[in-house]
């Protein structure tokens, strides 16, 4: 019997193994980033917290920046899922345009998303500021941009940048910074009420060229 054949079924097995160990890593990289903060996160730590060798992070992400970029990666793919949850149920475009701003404002509020923001606004330009905003808040934004693309928009890319400024308003900047905030659900759907409020004359007039 060939070797060929005999190794077929170790590589096929292999990979999940390999996808398991990466996103092992990846949460504690997450979890010693939420704990230390971006400035006292080490490759170090992430080892620990894994149980697992220096040589075995260095092989998977290369270096620091790799991990954290590797880490921020991955959970940019879980916007578009967030974003796009019940919005089958939805009838009109304000319907459709309301859900995918409460599930925006929903995702921000999440203890890990909020944790990270936090971690990116302090670290500013110095290291985390700029991965998260190519990797989250970019993503975030394209799913926008598509909306409004659909819509007709002429400037889909400055609507969804607006779209997404009022319906965080003030009311996420009170979030970030530790005020507590009683009925958070009712506000955020005051929130996204009111800024599709606002919103409406633009959408007729989007409607109007559709016509």
Request: with cysteine; net charge neutral; hydrophobic share 40%.
């Amino acid at each position: 019997m060939t070797s060929q054949p005999a190794n077929e079924p170790a590589t096929k097995k292999g990979r999940p193994l390999e996808d398991g160990l990466r996103n092992r890593l990846l949460d504690h990289t997450i979890r010693v980033l939420l704990r230390d903060g971006y400035q006292k996160f080490s490759m170090n730590a992430v080892a620990q917290s894994a149980k697992a060798s220096k040589e075995t992070l260095y092989r998977q992400f290369g270096d620091k920046a790799g991990m954290l970029h590797a880490a921020l990666t991955r959970n940019a793919t879980l916007i578009g899922p967030l974003l796009n949850e019940g919005l089958q149920a939805t009838q009109t475009m304000e319907e459709r345009l309301s859900r995918l701003a409460l599930n925006y404002l929903q995702g921000c509020q999440l203890p890990e998303a909020l944790a990270l923001q936090r971690i990116a606004y302090a670290d500013g330009e110095r290291g985390l500021g700029p991965i998260f905003a190519e990797e989250i808040t970019e993503h975030a934004i394209a799913c926008i941009v598509d909306e409004f693309r659909q819509l007709g928009s002429a400037h889909p890319r400055e609507d969804a940048e607006v779209f997404l400024g009022m319906i965080q308003g003030k009311l996420h900047e009170k979030i970030l910074l530790g005020v507590q905030i009683e009925d958070l659900r009712e506000q955020m759907e005051y929130q996204v009420t009111h800024a599709m409020r606002m919103l409406m004359p633009y959408l007729e007039t989007l409607k109007a060229r559709e016509k």
